[in-house]
């Protein structure tokens, strides 16, 4: 249980961060930046998993750019999801935000040796 609220801190960081850095991103507070993280987790995981099923023969010919593409879409659902309170503005800021959270991510986790 301790994991997972640490988790969450940590992704709610992140998740501000990144809106922070990249114009066009809105988040309305950090509260909403952690249930933003557990939205993204949660349409990654349920739709993103479907989607990675069906497409897994193309994932494999493009090298994973298809998995990518899939993940930038489901942040774009979770902003169609999230309404005002996490905001996406185009596929290329979600683009763009995909990156800059999987390298802030990254980093806390070479910090934390998660």
Known sequence: MLYFIINLIITGLVVTISAWIIPGVEVASFFWAMVTGLVIGAVNSIVGGILRFFTFPLNILTLGLVS???????????????????????????????????????????ITNR
């Open 68 to 110: 990518f593409i899939i993940t930038v879409l489901m942040v774009m659902l979770a902003s169609s999801i999230m309404g005002d309170k996490f905001n996406v503005s185009s596929f290329w800021t979600a683009m763009i935000f995909a990156i800059v959270v999987a390298i802030i991510e990254m980093l806390f986790s070479r």
